[in-house]
């Protein structure tokens, strides 16, 4: 089992910068891949991003050259750094954790943290 727990979320003008965090605990950290996804209200949830066990990375097109994802194995912790943040990136963002290799498919995960909100004005 893994537990995640996600941090960071809040309210943030348009043009601004958040940085999300997420804690895993439960199982050896460096094996598992993750990922963020977000849900908007009346839709989908959709991908973000994703690292795998050794630090591959995929984007989402939507967020690409404005999000980082990077991962600090000796804290068990991912974080999503959002820089130019638009009105439409206003969601719940997903913590997802799966062994090893990457995917942007929701599916694919089978553990996920609680959700945090992000929410960016005009």
């Known amino acids: 089992q893994v537990q995640l727990v996600e941090s960071g979320g809040g309210l943030v003008q348009a043009g601004g910068s958040l940085r999300l965090s997420c804690a895993a605990s439960g199982r050896t950290f460096s094996s598992l891949a993750m990922a963020w996804f977000r849900q908007a209200p009346g839709k989908e949830r959709e991908f973000v991003v994703t690292?795998?066990?050794?630090?591959?990375?995929i984007y989402a097109d939507s967020v690409k050259g404005r999000f980082t994802i990077s991962r600090d194995n000796a804290k068990n912790t991912v974080y999503l750094q959002m820089n130019s943040l638009k009105p439409e990136d206003t969601a719940v963002y997903y913590c997802?954790?799966?062994?090893?290799?990457?995917?942007?498919?929701?599916?694919?995960?089978?553990?996920w943290g609680q959700g945090t909100q992000v929410t960016v004005s005009s």
């Open positions: 997802a954790a799966r062994m090893r290799y990457y995917s942007s498919s929701a599916t694919d995960y089978d553990y």
């Open positions: 690292i795998g066990y050794i630090g591959s990375t």
